[in-house]
């Protein structure tokens, strides 16, 4: 994805901010505001900020099972499903 076309000055902001939020709301593409002539923020959507922050979650999910794989802490599938049942199972 390119941002060169979603790059707008801090001044753009200001004067066309209910414009702006309505422009990501509706094309959920998040757009840089710059400061003197560099990138000081990027504003987006709040479904496709939700999105990322859930993502991130999920890989770092990913990325903590890989070091435990790498760490040699495996269980044994018939373990781990005979202790969830055993969790499911008590009052």
């Known amino acids: ?3 060169s076309s979603q790059v707008k000055p801090i ?3 200001k004067a066309n901010a ?4 309505a422009h990501l709301s509706e094309q959920r593409e998040p ?3 710059t400061q003197n002539g560099e990138a000081r923020a990027v504003l987006q959507d709040v479904a496709s900020f939700e999105e990322t922050q ?3 979650a999920l890989l770092k999910i990913l990325a903590l099972g890989n070091q435990e794989i790498a760490a040699g ?4 599938v ?5 202790r ?4 499911r199972a008590a009052p």
């Not at 018939?78 to 005979?82: D, I, L």
Request: avoid cysteine; charge should be neutral.
């Open 1 to 3: 994805m390119h941002y």
């Open 11 to 13: 001044s753009y902001l």
């Open 18 to 21: 209910a414009e702006v939020l």
């Open 31 to 33: 757009l840089i505001i």
């Open 54 to 56: 859930e993502t991130l």
């Open 73 to 76: 802490k495996l269980s044994p």
């Open 78 to 82: 018939g373990e781990v499903t005979a």
């Open 84 to 87: 969830l049942r055993a969790k």
